[in-house]
T-cell receptor
């Protein structure tokens, strides 16, 4: 069993829809949680970074962490065709110089 | 300034050949990471450098994989006697190595290796 599980999708939604992406994990030592966006043939770019449990909002994006359930979510409001990409959750035990554990990635397509 | 760059972007090798993949991190970044991303999968950690010191190589899949960062900046990932299962995108990331608050890893575009 992988330490981080993520539904690979693919997920297709109409423009303007609310998108919900989720990951579960097994290692209770994870404290830092990230969402990366990866366009085709590009490297991952950081979208959201959250420490421990709670919510964080940045524009149309909201990240939620529930450590008691070992479950994290990313919500995208008013989705746009430019949001079409693969979304990767990632987590680490400590911040700083520490390798990240990634989910499989969910491929999202927003249809105009 | 420039982001993380990697070269070559694409590499085709015949099984058994040796390959060398280069990573130029963001200037001033102390930490450098290599990840392997198989098709349809998330990146998986290979190895980590702090300046020129390789502090963690627990993710290297076999002794055919070797990484170095001799002057604490550019890094090279070498794969000897390539096998078909080595086909993947190899991602390099760098970070400032901040001890407090958020420390972001910035990724390069990757090198797509295909072993025939």
């Amino acid at each position: 069993q992988k330490e981080v599980e993520q539904d690979p999708g693919p997920l297709s939604v109409p423009e303007g829809a609310i998108v919900s992406l989720n990951c579960t994990y097994s290692n209770s030592a994870f404290q830092y949680f990230m969402w990366y966006r990866q366009y085709s043939r590009k490297g991952p770019e950081l979208l959201m970074y959250t420490y421990s449990s709670g919510n964080k909002e940045d524009g149309r994006f909201t990240a939620q962490v529930d450590k008691s359930s070992k479950y994290i979510s990313l919500f995208i409001r008013d989705s746009q065709p430019s949001d079409s990409a693969t979304y990767l959750c990632a987590m680490s035990v400590v911040t700083g110089a520490n390798n990240l554990f990634f989910g499989t990635g969910t491929r999202l397509t927003v249809i105009p | 300034g420039a982001g993380v760059s990697q070269s070559p972007r694409y590499k085709v090798a015949k099984r058994g050949q040796d390959v060398a993949l280069r990573c130029d991190p963001i200037s001033g970044h102390v930490s450098l990471f290599w990840y392997q991303q198989a098709l349809g999968q998330g990146p998986e950690f290979l190895t980590y450098f702090q300046n020129e010191a390789q502090l963690d190589k627990s993710g290297l899949p076999s002794d055919r994989f070797f990484a170095e960062r001799p002057e604490g900046s550019v890094s090279t990932l070498k794969i000897q006697r390539t096998q078909q299962e080595d086909s993947a995108v190899y991602l390099c990331a760098s970070s400032l190595d901040l001890e407090e608050s958020q420390d972001t890893q910035y990724f390069g575009p990757g090198t797509r290796l295909t072993v025939l």
